[in-house]
């Protein structure tokens, strides 16, 4: 019943196909993905089921499990796709959907790469450019691992890989303009969407 | 080749943990006469974690270092590090099919609008395609003679293939070309276009060990001295990674990683002491203790 009460209207496909610039319905389930994804065994949904679960609708089993932020966006799957589909970008459309409707998997490691990411996007916004070993530290710090790669710290700084100082671009005027705008342009699509949802209830 | 001179996006590895890539290429650079023009206040492109959480901001942040190359007359734009380069690629393919998307993204970047009239390139296509083999081997001072060398391409130089456009996404053989014109031995194996992990080095390192160890494991095999790359996250996740790697998994590898830029230095005639080999992590200079 689940299958054809789905099938009758699936916003949440159409959402993936536009957001992914790929037809989700073209999958035909061989599951040549899952044998070539490097990490299709640490994923709760392989990347052929979560293709199956587009088409049934099933944002929320999506949005709860640890695939998406699991793939790695090697494009492995994608070059064997014997149906085309960009695999990789249906899995961002899916985790960026996620990340709107603010669901997260409830799993430490999740927490931990999504703390990663948050990390490394305020650090561009800081200073324009990348700054590896406060990443680093900054990472350590905030998810409570003080001691994680410690034993490598020191070599790596000795050998002059990580440097204590920081670049900094010199039109931060604008990189902050920039951040703010493409906030207010998610934001924005974040509100047509939630009003577009109220007007079909 | 007509255009001697590019322009260069370095990435923010290359004045942290790539420094001897950015070192290299210039020295092979020189060698080969041609100019590099390193695009003015270039920020971060973003690479991987902009275009893991959104979608606009993994746009816009390598859009702005496209209009700013815009403002350098040169035809191609250069990249060494292979993230770099398919976040740019990918932006460029992007902005280019789509006015609205392009308009829109635009909107949010302060440096002027977007022509879309730079190509994008990585450093290993440029060499392959505008520099070319016959010209790099004329180069060759001191050939690499007896080393064999596994060529690891990592992901995101050949893919996704729509993007990259460049090579075969499952077993390029572009690198090994220039090795072999090196004269050394591009060793054949399976597993040149594995993932060795990538982003996930800090924020989920055993998956990194993981991958990184089913990539040397082969390697070794394949009877390899050395590993090259072209991507300084897969140089640092096969080298600085490797001694955790082989305590983790009980193995023995001791295979040294260097940049194929490295390489084409030290053919080129330009002395070890030059190639900042001691950033390595892995002792590279037993493997080449005969150039």
């Known amino acids: 019943m689940l299958v054809l009460k789905n099938l009758q209207h699936n916003e949440f496909l159409e959402k993936v196909n536009q957001k992914s610039g790929s037809n989700v319905l073209n999958c035909y389930q061989c599951g040549k993905c899952v044998s070539t994804c490097p990490v299709s065994g640490y994923m709760e949904i392989t990347p052929r089921q979560v293709m199956q679960y587009i088409k049934l609708a099933e944002d929320e089993k999506l949005f709860a499990a640890n695939s998406t932020w699991y793939c790695l966006t090697c494009s492995s799957c994608s070059a064997r796709c014997p149906r085309e589909i960009e695999i990789p970008r249906v899995m961002e459309a899916v985790r960026h959907l996620a990340i709107e409707a603010n669901i997260l998997p409830d799993s430490s490691k999740i927490k931990s790469i999504k703390k990663f990411h948050d990390i490394f996007i305020s650090m561009i916004k800081r200073y324009g450019k990348m700054f590896e070993l406060r990443l680093m530290a900054e990472f350590n710090l905030r998810t409570g691992q003080f001691f994680k790669d410690i034993a490598l710290a020191p070599k790596a700084i000795g050998k002059g890989k990580l440097k204590f100082k920081s670049e900094k671009i010199k039109n931060l005027k604008g990189l902050k303009r920039l951040f703010e705008m493409n906030q207010k342009l998610e934001s924005e699509i974040q509100n047509t969407e939630n009003a577009s949802k109220h007007e079909s209830k | ?291």
């Not at chain 2, 041609?34 to 979608?55: F, L, Q, R, Y």
């Not at chain 2, 040397?216 to 996250?233: E, S």
């Open chain 2, 1 to 291: 080749m007509k255009d001697k001179k590019f322009t260069y996006y370095p990435g923010c590895s290359a004045h942290g943990t790539s420094e001897e890539y950015e070192h290299t290429l210039n020295l092979v650079c020189k060698s080969l006469n041609i100019k590099i023009e390193e695009i003015p206040d270039w920020n971060c492109c973003g690479a991987t974690s902009a275009h893991v959480m959104t979608e606009n901001l993994a746009l816009a942040l390598p859009m702005r270092n496209l209009i700013l190359a815009e403002r350098l007359e040169n035809s191609t734009m250069v990249i060494p590090c292979a993230a770099c380069y398919s976040r740019m690629k990918e932006t460029k393919i992007r902005l280019d099919e789509d006015f609205s998307l392009r308009t829109k993204i635009n909107s949010t970047v302060d440096d002027g609008d977007y022509k879309g009239n730079v190509a994008v390139k990585s450093f290993l296509q440029y060499c392959f395609e505008d520099i070319g083999i016959e010209d790099i081997k004329e180069k060759v001072v001191k050939p690499l003679k007896d080393l064999k060398v596994a060529c690891y391409y990592g992901c995101l130089l050949t893919r996704p293939k729509n993007i990259a456009q460049f090579d075969s996404p499952e077993y390029p053989i572009s690198m090994d070309k220039i090795i072999e014109s090196l004269g050394a031995t591009a060793v054949e194996y399976p597993f040149k276009t594995e993932c060795c992990g990538a982003s996930f080095s800090i924020s989920n390192t055993e998956i990194v060990l993981d991958l990184s160890s089913r990539i040397l494991d082969v390697v070794k095999d394949c009877g390899a001295d050395i590993i090259a790359v072209g991507c300084p996250l897969c140089q640092s996740n096969l080298d600085m990674r490797q001694k955790q790697i082989e305590e983790k998994m009980n193995r023995d590898y001791k295979i040294p990683v260097v940049y194929f830029t490295q390489l084409m230095a030290l053919a080129f005639g330009y002395p070890k002491s030059e190639l900042k080999l001691k950033k390595h992590m892995v002792n590279v200079e037993k493997v080449l203790a005969s150039f």
